[in-house]
């Protein structure tokens, strides 16, 4: 899907055809709309086609027609009702008279800018345009990382009490997401460098400024991925040792209450033999069953309390 955006008044409008100074904005395109947007402004098919292959690095590609800035951008995948954080790549592409972004799938980043979210954006100063863009990637990387710290919390005060490995899986999933991040940012965070040594940046002092706050939030967002993925990958280290101590725990519960079953079992075993009853104590009682049924109790109450002085249910 295309849309075509220009900024007139301070206020940005949707155009229905592209003009001079416009930011396109191409989501999910296909070959046709491709085609359209290399012709119109003599693009090369692969370098468009490069922003939809989610194994693309980031990269700073510069041409006499173009100068393509390609990061990769956060996006949420759900798999069975369960957030899983990956990365896309994302493509910025300045041309003589207008800014192209293109983008396998919709994310929050093009939302903001197409809802008229972000502060002081103009689609005809370019270069901003794609320091506020970069600024806006980290921001939301930021937060997504803020939102894997959250679930993992939750996580851990599920695995207190946890025999089963749902909850490692799930931890799993997290530090899945993190080394998405980690190789992400470190890979954006060539381009900045990148950036900053080139004459797009040089020719304006405020823009050079806010190259240097996105390079400060793209560290923190690598600072921030590398904490958590530390902690995480020690949670589950140590997490995997708690659901095996609580699993023996409730095998050692288990073998207590058979070992106290088994008094009375062995008792009623023995009455239980083809032999002469005069032999079996209290067989010519009247009171003969209700003896060995006390009996049983009393010597299995007797098995428990020693078991629960010693802590074994603990």
Sequence with gaps: MTHYYLTEQEQLKELPAPQSGCWVSVVAPDEGELNHLAEHYQLDMD????????????????????????????????????????????????????????????????????????????????SRFILQFLYRIDTLYL???????????????????????????????????????????????????????TDLVKKYPEDAELLEDVIVENKQAIEMANIYSGILSGMMDAFASVISNNLNIVMKVLAIITIVMAI????????????????????????????????SVALSVVVTLIFSKLKMFK
């Design 47 to 126: 370098l468009l086609r490069a922003a939809l292959d989610t194994d693309e690095r980031s990269r700073i590609d510069t041409d006499e027609g173009y100068t393509m800035v390609l990061v990769n951008i956060p996006t949420v995948e759900e798999q069975s009702d369960k957030e899983l954080y990956s990365t896309i790549p994302m493509a910025i592409l300045m041309t003589g008279d207008a800014i192209i972004t293109v983008c396998s799938e919709e994310s929050p980043v093009i939302q903001a800018f197409e809802r008229g979210r972000v502060r002081d954006f103009h689609t005809q100063m370019k």
């Design 143 to 197: 937060q997504y990382l803020r939102n894997v710290d959250k679930k993992s919390e939750e996580v851990e005060a599920q695995l207190h009490k946890s025999t089963q490995n749902r909850e490692l899986i799930e931890l799993l999933k997290l530090e899945k997401s993190l080394v998405y991040f980690t190789t992400a940012l470190r890979s954006n965070e060539a381009v900045l460098e990148k950036l900053l040594r």
């Design 264 to 295: 009375p079992t062995m008792i009623f075993s023995a009455y239980g033999m083809n032999v002469n009853v005069a032999g079996m104590p209290f067989s010519q009682s009247a009171w003969g069953f209700p003896i060995i049924i006390g009996v």
